[in-house]
């Protein structure tokens, strides 16, 4: 069974530094890897996707890598903003399960001014 | 595009009355999802729909669960009788065609059953 952990749990930074946060998983019989960013009380955005034989995806000040081999992930953060306070999630879709996701536990992280 | 439209935002109830949660995916999506998110189990996966027929129920908890998609438009989770664990907020999410499609979803409905 297809099990996605986060570390860390929780972060906290000031603003303007750089950050990384790590998804891993245990099976790499994966079709592809989305980060999702949640903010209190809402749904979930999708943030990057990667797809299996990709090996990252960047969108302005985001960077996602996937090292599929290794079951890794990590999403870099450049140049925090408070903006950025949320729980990040990363989850995989199994490449037997069609479009079912499993969800890490997420990082809630908290840039301060 | 309006995204995915969930009802009610919070719902308050009483142990075992029934619970309908709605969801109304974005247009021209063929794929609906269902999920539940609680601090414990963080977010499971309950059910999927692709064209309004479900695909994969493994996820729901309980014969009390059941999820229907009448049309490509609207969707409900019911839970009969609804008890104390069941409190959680549950997404609706939905996508096009294709696993590389990512997930759009609802802002979530708060249960809370006493």
């Known amino acids: 069974k297809q099990e996605v952990t986060q570390i860390p749990a929780a972060l906290s930074v000031p603003e303007g530094e750089n950050l990384v946060l790590n998804c891993s998983f245990t099976?790499?019989?994966?079709?592809?890897l989305q980060w999702f960013r949640q903010d209190p009380g809402k749904g979930l955005t999708s943030l990057l996707l990667i797809q299996s034989s990709q090996r990252e995806q960047t969108s302005g000040r985001l960077n996602a890598s996937l090292d599929k081999s290794s079951g890794r992930s990590t999403l870099y953060i450049a140049a925090s903003q408070p903006g950025d306070s949320a729980t990040y999630l990363c989850a995989v879709t199994p490449e037997d399960a069609g479009n079912m996701l499993t969800f890490g536990g997420g990082t809630r992280l908290m840039v301060k001014p | 595009d309006a995204g995915v439209i969930q009802s009610p935002r919070h719902e308050v109830t009483e142990m075992g009355q029934e619970v309908t949660l709605r969801c109304k995916p974005i247009s021209g999506h063929d794929y609906l999802f269902w999920y539940r998110q609680t601090m414990m189990r963080g977010l499971e996966l309950l059910i999927y729909f692709n064209n309004n027929v479900p695909i994969d129920d493994s996820g729901m908890p309980e014969d009390r669960f059941s999820a229907k998609m009448p049309n490509a438009s609207f969707s409900t989770l019911k839970i009969q009788p609804s008890e104390p664990r069941d409190s959680a907020v549950y997404f609706c999410a939905s996508s096009w065609t294709g696993a590389d499609q990512p997930q759009h979803f609802g802002d979530g409905t708060r249960l809370s059953i006493l």
């Open positions: 099976d790499s019989a994966i079709y592809n």
